[in-house]
């Protein structure tokens, strides 16, 4: 399960709300080719994507086992988030039409805060793309939410994505407990940027 951002920061309700709305109707195409909100008739997709352990085993707030039944929780309880203004689960459809990554941003719009998770296929992993990829997500969810501050974790021993996260910018602010839906911990290291340290390396 997401854990809100350490760093709290003081929101008011009008801008709470609009984070809110901006999570309802944002369009996902803006964020890359192939790009749609996750619904029912992707969970085949999904749980082919994530029954493969090079894509899911290191991302701790997914579904487990890799069911249909459990993906269909997963989809279905994302869309109800989606609604209320505090998730998108998309997914990336490659030229065939198939699902070749997803991504889940969890929204505290409460907090102006959002948190990022996502994999790629096997085969699309290590091609060098990955970092630019996270940094148009990072870049995205900034402006496109509104929210003024984005939190990440990486297992303890998931150095690839560590290295994409710090080349991004993001500071290290210690480790912390991972929850996974089973209740087991996952240590992580720990990230945070605020949305104005981005915009002042980006030049945004």
């Known amino acids: 399960m997401s854990m809100p951002p350490k760093t709290v920061l003081e929101v008011s309700t009008e801008e709470a ?9 944002a369009d996902v195409t803006t964020l890359g080719e192939g790009r749609e909100r996750a619904d029912l008739h992707h969970v085949g997709g999904l749980v082919v994507l994530l029954s493969d352990e090079r894509v899911s085993g290191p991302i701790y707030d997914l579904p487990k086992p890799i069911t249909a039944e459990s993906v269909t929780r997963w989809v279905a309880e994302s869309q109800a988030q989606a609604l209320a203004g505090e998730a998108l689960l998309i997914v990336n459809l490659d ?49 496109t939410l509104g929210v003024r501050l984005m939190c990440l974790t990486a297992a303890m021993d998931n ?16 480790e912390r407990d991972a929850v996974r839906p089973d209740s087991t911990i996952r240590r992580s290291i720990y990230w945070e940027m605020t ?4 915009r002042m390396r980006h030049r945004v």
């Open 95 to 143: 030229a065939d039409g198939e699902i070749a990554g997803y991504s889940r941003i969890t929204v505290w719009p409460d907090r102006s805060a959002a948190e990022l998770a996502g994999a790629v296929r096997a085969d699309r992993q290590n091609q060098g793309q990955g970092g630019r990829g996270m940094a148009h997500s990072f870049g995205w969810i900034f402006e």
């Open 195 to 198: 949305r104005d340290d981005w």
């Open 159 to 174: 150095i690839r994505v560590q290295k994409g996260i710090d080349a991004a910018g993001f500071t290290r602010m210690g």
């Open 17 to 25: 709300e609009a984070i809110r709305q901006a999570v309802r109707t």
